[in-house]
């Protein structure tokens, strides 16, 4: 087998308006659920309660359990079905998501090993952990696997930053996180149940701009400005709406996974083509990504955004609106929520988003 400035409210506008579609029902902290995933060899998936005996037959091996920290040896075989158990059960409530790492055989598919991440909601920090069989050690099984993991984690799950930590004898894993984008942050002791006492290992960390790369400016961006004592940087201007419903709250949009700052949730909009106004850009844009309509009149600039990135400038008025013509619908693969003002700063946003959510909460 190959292993696989405060604006005018919007509501004084003029009565030449479109016909509001009520908004539908979004949930206003979704959360998801876990469809299996694939890479070019693998797939990760929740385990089933019949996984249990090929789990067994993998974890109860000295080599792997040693290098993880919970894990006792021998393994016991009824644990296995109280750990998919709690597996599951752990998936539904989106604390953690522990997941087989299986592969094809012909037309079987065999349990290769796991990978899982729990999730402090306090910190926003998700602890991975990983482990493959011996028998397919040495087939880039981790490397695969660990690195869609991470990009879906990042894109989908409510994170800010991955921890991982390694026994100082493990090379291996360490070596499939520096290839994935951690970082080395520190080191410290952490039981390990196996070997029946505290093991030194090595603290690692990545961040979404880790994983993703450095947001940096397109090649088509509009000429440099000079900021004082800074190298001249190009200006990036960016329209960008938030659409207020009838109960008042706001639509969020969450960048899918392929994209920069995946997983971050932002208003929508979009870069301004050459010549194209701030107001003709967001009614395009508003068709495209969520396939509603708007008039110009409808659309009251509120504040703006000035952020350095590395590499670029970023100039974006922000619009508000409560007219338009449909209902709101993901045609870009992003993740929508309806969101009340004193839940916005709950969610994380990119840079220059932050400092309009005060403004817009307490206009709101």
Same mark, same amino acid.
């Given at each position: 087998?190959?292993?696989?400035?405060?604006?005018?409210?919007?509501?004084?506008?003029?009565?030449?308006?479109?016909?509001?579609?009520?908004?539908?029902?979004?949930?206003?902290?979704?959360?998801? $659920?876990?469809?299996?995933? @694939?890479?070019? /060899?693998?797939?990760?998936? &929740? #385990?089933?309660?019949? +996984?249990?005996? %090929?789990?067994?037959?993998?974890?109860?091996?000295?080599?792997?359990?040693?290098?993880?920290?919970?894990?006792?040896?021998?393994?016991?075989?009824?644990?296995?079905?109280?750990?998919?158990?709690?597996?599951?059960?752990?998936?539904?409530?989106?604390?953690?998501?522990?997941?087989?790492?299986?592969?094809?055989?012909?037309?079987?598919?065999?349990?290769?090993?796991?990978?899982?991440?729990?999730?402090?909601?306090?910190?926003?920090?998700?602890?991975?952990?990983?482990?493959?069989?011996?028998?397919?050690?040495?087939? $880039?099984?981790?490397?695969? @696997?660990?690195? /869609?993991?991470?990009?879906? &984690? #990042?894109?989908?799950? +409510?994170?800010? %930053?991955?921890?991982?930590?390694?026994?100082?004898?493990?090379?291996?894993?360490?070596?499939?996180?520096?290839?994935?984008?951690?970082?080395?942050?520190?080191?410290?002791?952490?039981?390990?149940?196996?070997?029946?006492?505290?093991?030194?290992?090595?603290?690692?960390?990545?961040?979404?701009?880790?994983?993703?790369?450095?947001?940096?400016?397109?090649?088509?961006?509009?000429?440099?400005?000079?900021?004082?004592?800074?190298?001249?940087?190009?200006?990036?201007?960016?329209?960008?709406?938030?659409?207020?419903?009838?109960?008042?709250?706001?639509?969020?949009?969450? /960048?899918?996974?392929?994209?920069?700052?995946?997983?971050?949730?932002?208003?929508?909009?979009?870069?301004?083509?050459?010549?194209?106004?701030?107001?003709?850009?967001?009614?395009?844009?508003?068709?495209?990504?969520?396939?509603?309509?708007?008039?110009?009149?409808?659309?009251?600039?509120?504040?703006?955004?000035?952020?350095?990135?590395?590499?670029?400038?970023?100039?974006?008025?922000?619009?508000?609106?409560?007219?338009?013509?449909?209902?709101?619908?993901?045609?870009?693969?992003?993740?929508?929520?309806?969101?009340?003002?004193?839940?916005?700063?709950?969610?994380?946003?990119?840079?220059?988003?932050?400092?309009?959510?005060?403004?817009?909460?307490?206009?709101?």
């Amino acid at each position: 087998m190959t292993p696989p400035a405060k604006a005018r409210s919007p509501r004084t506008q003029s009565r030449s308006r479109p016909r509001k579609t009520a908004a539908p029902e979004l949930a206003e902290a979704p959360r998801p $659920g876990y469809a299996p995933i @694939a890479t070019e /060899r693998l797939s990760l998936r &929740a #385990f089933t309660p019949e +996984d249990a005996t %090929a789990l067994h037959r993998l974890i109860n091996d000295w080599q792997v359990t040693r290098n993880l920290a919970v894990v006792p040896f021998p393994y016991p075989r009824d644990l296995a079905d109280t750990w998919i158990a709690s597996t599951l059960r752990q998936i539904d409530a989106g604390t953690a998501y522990h997941l087989a790492i299986t592969g094809k055989e012909g037309d079987e598919e065999l349990i290769i090993g796991a990978i899982g991440l729990r999730i402090d909601p306090k910190t926003r920090h998700g602890q991975l952990g990983y482990w493959v069989g011996t028998r397919y050690w040495g087939h $880039g099984v981790g490397t695969e @696997a660990a690195t /869609r993991f991470v990009r879906w &984690a #990042f894109s989908n799950l +409510d994170i800010e %930053a991955i921890d991982a930590n390694v026994f100082t004898d493990n090379p291996a894993s360490m070596a499939v996180l520096r290839r994935i984008g951690f970082r080395e942050i520190g080191e410290g002791l952490e039981m390990s149940v196996a070997r029946g006492g505290e093991e030194k290992v090595l603290r690692f960390q990545a961040t979404r701009e880790d994983i993703f790369g450095r947001t940096i400016v397109p090649p088509d961006a509009d000429a440099p400005i000079y900021p004082e004592g800074k190298k001249p940087m190009p200006l990036l201007l960016v329209a960008a709406c938030a659409l207020i419903d009838t109960d008042n709250r706001v639509l969020l949009a969450r /960048r899918p996974e392929g994209k920069k700052m995946a997983g971050l949730w932002e208003f929508p909009g979009g870069k301004l083509d050459p010549g194209e106004t701030p107001e003709a850009a967001l009614i395009r844009e508003l068709k495209e990504e969520l396939g509603i309509d708007v008039s110009a009149a409808c659309l009251a600039p509120f504040a703006f955004a000035s952020h350095a990135y590395e590499g670029f400038h970023l100039l974006m008025p922000l619009f508000l609106c409560r007219r338009w013509r449909g209902n709101p619908q993901a045609r870009e693969g992003q993740t929508l929520a309806w969101v009340r003002p004193e839940k916005l700063t709950t969610y994380s946003m990119p840079p220059a988003d932050k400092p309009l959510i005060p403004l817009l909460r307490d206009f709101l």
